[in-house]
């Protein structure tokens, strides 16, 4: 005589055969916390500002060049109705502009009451590292004019980013002498 089947039962059978035909789970993969900040390129250095100190990023607008203000002082853009100096970051730094124009981006930055425009070789996107992989000191060979404005560095694929900050340009007192 057939065992009778109680509903019970046959959740229990039902269970035990899904166990046996079910995929393993995916494998247990340790996520590490990662920080997030704004790529960019002068010459060959490759930088990262905090996206919090970022406050927009846009195409080189046309501007009006200023008359008594240092040769790094681009001039003025009307943005959106809003006047923005124009900097020329490489400049500032003792570097210089690459040649390719169309490459090139500002970068601006709003600081408690400074609102400047930063023209940059190139911004390469949004960049990621893992927090861990952070170096808080500042490479030997690094030009004293950025050390500044420089907490630290990440390296990946073989390249170094600097981390740059750009609320500390917005309040170095170089930065804030535009007068020739």
């Known amino acids: 005589m057939a065992e009778v089947q109680t509903p019970f039962k046959i959740l229990q059978d039902i269970a035990k055969r899904s166990k046996q035909h079910a995929a393993g789970l995916p494998a247990q993969v340790e996520v590490?916390?990662?920080?997030?900040?704004v790529g960019f390129r002068i010459g060959d250095q490759h930088f990262v500002a905090p996206m919090e100190e970022v406050a927009e990023i846009l195409p080189v607008p046309n501007y009006t060049q200023l008359p008594g203000v240092k040769p790094w002082v681009?001039?003025?853009?009307?943005v959106r109705g809003r006047l923005i100096p124009i900097m020329d970051l490489p400049d500032f730094l003792g570097d210089r502009?690459?040649?390719v124009r169309k490459l090139r981006r500002i970068l601006v930055v709003e600081y408690n009451e400074i609102v400047s425009g930063l023209v940059v070789d190139e911004v390469l996107g949004m960049q990621h590292f893992a927090i861990d992989g952070f170096m808080n000191q500042i490479p030997r060979e690094t030009p004293e004019s950025l050390q500044s404005f420089l907490t630290g560095s990440?390296?990946?694929?073989?390249?170094?980013?600097?981390?740059?900050?750009?609320f500390a340009l917005a309040e170095h007192p170089d930065f804030l002498q535009v007068a020739v």
């Not at 590490?32 to 900040?37: E, F, L, Q, V």
């Open 32 to 37: 590490k916390a990662h920080w997030s900040g």
């Open 74 to 78: 681009k001039g003025i853009a009307n």
């Open 97 to 99: 502009l690459s040649t």
């Open 154 to 166: 990440y390296e990946r694929d073989d390249d170094l980013w600097l981390v740059f900050s750009l």
